[in-house]
């Protein structure tokens, strides 16, 4: 069943891309069926792999791992959100525009359930490629350079990721997460070059990801990206690096220290660098979108804190896979949201920049009561999705520590947190401010050429809103 | 002497005996029935080429050297195929437009080289393999420089015929060393062992491999015999390029596992191998990195596609001999010699298939926008997603096989190259070809992505009119892309993961 869940976005790009199907309404169909079957998998899952078989090989996609449900789910949401919500300027874009969509989600669904790690690589990649041509085909601004960028950066990365993986693969002696952790339990495997293969880990999955020092594609990438494509990518496709590094992490249960420790204190710098340093850039950011895609950067820092924690614990911190899958989960939805209300912004008053927009909560209330809740969520409010993961990371950093002995056990994760605390301010400080130079003050220019926002604007805005107050009161990670 | 010969049956070389023969028959009709529409016998010779091919393809692939043999056959058939639409073309070379006089022994000729290939896949002994090899070689010289109203065709041909000649006699060379060496022209691990380990004869044998080797480099276009396959490949008709870079190269993988088979089987006795193992791997490791950095970055600044495509073959070619180093990780048998061959001929035959199934789309698009644009620049592709979408989308799917994308056949080749190196290659050889590999397959992407963005972000001239896509290339291009597709995406379906390296 879970193959469905792969092969109907596919079939329905085809349909779009070859037989001139119309590209909105069988996204909107293909994205409805995958989300009341992936919404049906989950919810009937009850421990067994995948058990439907192709001929005689059976399907290697699993739903085991609470990560790869957690994953799923935010897929079928934000998919189902951008196809409600896909509006594009001529007919063609929007064939152009639903079948990437389609195609990123299948990609991104086909990673998250992989259980064989090559299939995991394989359909990130497939995901991958629609994000560069339609960045360079239809994105704003610089495009083709930003398009090639991207390529680049990625294209290495993929490569570094890839060799990580084989190495680890072979060295471990299995292809497939499952085998990975049992050969890990069983005590078989050759630990002599984890710390190289940790390192080509780091340094792709980080790349996919905006690691700070590896980050300089993803903002331009982001604000430049047809909407559809901006939500899909900042809100899912990205956070595969993290699964990654999560799922690695996870098979090696308490060797993880053995194979990642040695990194820790490198990774803490340049998650610093992602709070912190990305942090300062947003804050000085005129344009809306460009503003968004560092807020996003900025905040894959509190991930990988929750990772780093995670290694210094030697896996055995539970609390910081709890606060990594409820972020990821709130962040996907946050910036998808985000990103939406950017375009529709976009529609209405034919610019982003901040400084000639204003007011425009005047003209449309809705718009600005969605972008103040998506605003607030990514600060981190309680009862909002992205509050329940970053308070559990925050949380999770000390778990363990005592205070009773003075000082003396906080060590280098504990030290990073207190800056990295300080990053709260600065998300506080870039998107109040953004509120205020977008929706307040005097009406300007701009927000007086805004209309009316569509029903499929507003619906696809509220479907988004709705999950995130509901996440924010019933943490995702409690249902699974 | 003559018992390095007995091997061999008049049987087993029935498909030969069957592609001359209808070579032969095509002739005579050429000449007897003037009249007779060539585009005709570039039908029954495609046919003809492409059935033996299938008939003789071993059902579990590469496990013997018939499956490459195989794999030169379709392939051939399918550039004679391309020969059909591209007549036109033809006749306007070779003796102006309006007539087709002299054009049938374009279609005739392959016929007579895939029956050399098939010939050198079953040979065991040298002496086969050269006049095997010959057969082959001699008819393409003919076919490169076969448009003579074309500079660019008989440059190619000329260029060819030195260049080929010099191979051919540095071949020469080897194969009298290896007789003087061993006294017989088995290539028998036994045979070889007896020269290897008297004494005295050892830097002889090596000699004669060095120089037996270099013939078969040129074939595969590898380095540093690479030289002629960026002229060759731009400047000859576009039917022969396919051949040249599908069924040849798979020939010359023929040839090269041929000599390496004895002279492995030898290193794999102790005394021997703790000599020679880490020098023959060695040599073979600086050959790989040479090919790959040439291939992959001297097609960075092309702008001419069959050019391109030329320097992609050299580059794809290094990715192939990577997996030689993974046969020293193949468990050696008590008995049976060579069945530690099986994996690699297995992968080698697999690389060359994904390779072929998406080189031979390529220059049958190259072909058909050359046929609508006349031009084969990189340029031509401009905006062909707005005017061909659906050509655009297939050209795409093959370029991106060929870089190695995900989901395509190409993709699970390079993988095997790469889990061949890590694998096999010692500490110290990975620390420097592993980043050399690594660099090639991004140049790769770099590349080939530049014929994708040119078709999708370039817009067309008011003046370009969509390219016209003949019903056969139409359906030779679909039925690639599938093959494509389903070979890359299957072993990603599925729960075991022996698939990805192993098996299809």
């Keep these: ?480 | 002497m003559l018992q390095d010969f007995a091997f061999y049956t008049w049987a087993q070389f029935t498909p030969a005996f069957v592609l001359v023969g209808i070579a032969a028959a095509l002739l005579m009709v050429d000449t007897f029935a003037p009249r007779f529409p060539k585009q005709g016998l570039a039908v029954i010779s495609a046919l003809s080429a492409i059935v033996t091919g299938l008939f003789i393809l071993p059902g579990d692939g590469g496990i013997s050297l018939t499956g490459l043999a195989a794999l030169a056959c379709i392939a051939t058939g399918a550039a004679i195929l391309l020969g059909v639409d591209y007549h036109k073309v033809t006749c306007e070379s070779v003796c102006g437009a309006g007539s087709q006089e002299g054009t049938g022994e374009f279609y005739a000729l392959p016929l007579v080289a895939a029956a050399g290939i098939f010939c050198l896949s079953q040979a065991r002994d040298i002496v086969t393999l050269f006049v095997s090899l010959e057969v082959l070689t001699l008819s393409s010289y003919v076919l490169a420089g076969y448009f003579r109203r074309n500079r660019g065709s008989v440059e190619a041909g000329v260029k060819y015929l030195v260049l080929g000649a010099l191979s051919t006699g540095l071949l020469v060379f080897g194969a009298a060393w290896y007789f003087g060496m061993t006294g017989s022209f088995s290539l028998s691990p036994a045979t070889l062992a007896v020269g290897f380990l008297s004494p005295g004869r050892i830097t002889g044998i090596l000699l004669a491999y060095v120089f037996l080797f270099a013939g078969a480099f040129f074939k595969v276009g590898a380095a540093p015999m690479h030289g002629w396959i960026p002229d060759v490949y731009q400047g000859a008709p576009t039917p022969v390029s396919i051949f040249l870079g599908v069924a040849s190269k798979a020939a010359g993988f023929c040839v090269l596992i041929l000599l390496f088979r004895p002279l492995y089987s030898v290193l794999s006795v102790p005394e021997v191998g703790s000599l020679y193992t880490g020098r023959v791997f060695g040599f073979f490791s600086i050959i790989m990195a040479a090919t790959l950095l040439i291939g992959n970055l001297g097609a960075i600044p092309q702008s001419n596609v069959k050019r391109l495509l030329g320097y992609s073959s050299i580059g794809q070619a290094g990715f192939i001999l990577l997996l030689f180093l993974g046969i020293q990780t193949f468990e050696v048998p008590e008995s049976g010699v060579g069945v530690e061959f099986v994996p690699l001929q297995h992968n080698v035959f697999y690389y060359l298939m994904a390779y072929g199934l998406a080189t031979v789309p390529a220059f049958y698009a190259v072909a058909l926008v050359r046929m609508s644009r006349g031009s084969e620049e990189l340029s031509a592709f401009r905006g062909l997603a707005k005017t061909n979408p659906r050509l655009a989308f297939l050209i795409t799917v093959c370029f991106a096989s060929l870089a190695g994308v995900p989901l395509t056949a190409g993709f699970i080749a390079k993988f095997r190259s790469f889990v061949a190196l890590l694998q096999g290659g010692s500490c110290s050889t990975l620390c420097w070809l592993l980043p050399i590999a690594v660099i090639c397959a991004a140049a790769g992407f770099y590349y080939y992505f530049k014929i994708i963005r040119e078709m999708y972000w370039e817009k067309p001239l008011e003046s370009d009119k969509p390219v016209t896509v003949p019903g056969i290339s139409m359906a030779v291009l679909i039925l690639c892309v599938l093959a494509l597709i389903w070979f890359g995406s299957k072993p990603l379906f599925c729960a075991s993961p022996q698939g990805l390296w192993f098996g299809f």
């Design chain 1, 1 to 480: 069943m879970l193959i469905w869940l792969i092969l109907i976005p596919v079939l329905a790009a085809a349909a779009i891309g070859l037989l001139k199907a119309p590209g909105r309404a069988t996204a909107l169909v293909s994205a409805t069926l995958t989300f009341l079957l992936g919404l049906g998998a989950i919810l009937a899952y009850s421990g067994c792999i995948d058990c439907c078989c192709c001929g005689a090989e059976c399907s290697q996609f699993t739903l085991q791992p609470v990560f790869a449900r957690v994953m799923l789910l935010l897929t079928l949401i934000v998919t189902l959100g951008a196809a409600v919500g896909l509006k594009a300027p001529n007919p063609q874009a929007e064939r152009s525009w639903a079948v990437s969509t389609l195609l990123i989600s299948a990609g991104a669904t086909g990673a998250f359930l992989s259980d064989n790690i090559i299939s995991f690589y394989a359909f990130h990649e497939l995901a991958l490629i629609p994000t560069f041509v339609m960045i360079g085909y239809y994105g704003r601004g610089d495009r083709r350079s930003i398009s090639w960028t991207m390529v680049i950066y990625l294209g290495v990365a993929s490569m570094v990721l890839l060799v990580g993986l084989l190495m680890l693969c072979l060295s471990f002696g299995a292809f497939t997460f499952s085998g990975l952790a049992a050969n890990v339990a069983a005590g078989v495997g050759n630990y002599s070059y984890v710390g190289a293969i940790a390192g080509l880990l780091l340094a792709g999955f980080g790349t996919l990801v905006s690691l700070f020092p590896f980050h300089s594609w993803a903002a331009p990438a982001y604000a430049s990206a047809p909407t559809p494509v901006a939500m899909l990518h900042a809100g899912v496709l990205k956070k595969f690096g993290l699964y990654g590094l999560f799922m690695v992490a996870d098979c090696f249960g308490s060797h993880c220290g053995e194979v990642f420790g040695s990194w820790n204190n490198l990774l803490l710098l340049f998650l610093l660098g992602n709070i912190l340093w990305v942090g300062y850039v947003t804050v000085s950011q005129t344009r809306l979108d460009d503003m968004l895609g560092n807020s996003s950067v900025m905040h894959m820092g509190y991930i990988f804190l929750a990772f780093a924690a995670y290694i210094a614990a030697n896996g055995t911190n539970q609390l910081a896979v709890l606060g990594a899958e409820a972020l990821i989960f709130g962040h996907g939805l946050t910036i998808a949201l985000l990103f939406l209300l950017c375009g529709q912004v976009e529609d209405q008053t034919r610019t982003l920049e901040m400084d000639s927009l204003g007011g425009l909560a005047k003209r449309l209330p809705t718009l600005g009561f969605l972008f103040g809740l998506a605003g607030l969520a990514s600060i981190g409010l309680p009862l909002l999705a992205n509050f329940v993961g970053e308070f559990t990371i925050f949380a999770s950093c000390f778990n363990g520590t005592s205070f009773g002995d003075g000082l003396m056990n906080i060590g280098p994760v504990q030290v990073a947190t207190f800056f990295a605390l300080w990053g709260l301010v600065i998300s506080a400080v870039y998107m109040l401010r953004a509120f205020r130079r977008v929706f307040e003050g005097e009406e300007s220019d701009a927000a007086k050429r805004a209309v009316a926002l569509g029903s499929g604007d507003v619906l696809a805005a509220a479907f988004l809103a709705f999950f995130i107050v509901l996440f924010g009161c019933i943490p995702v990670t409690s249902l699974f």
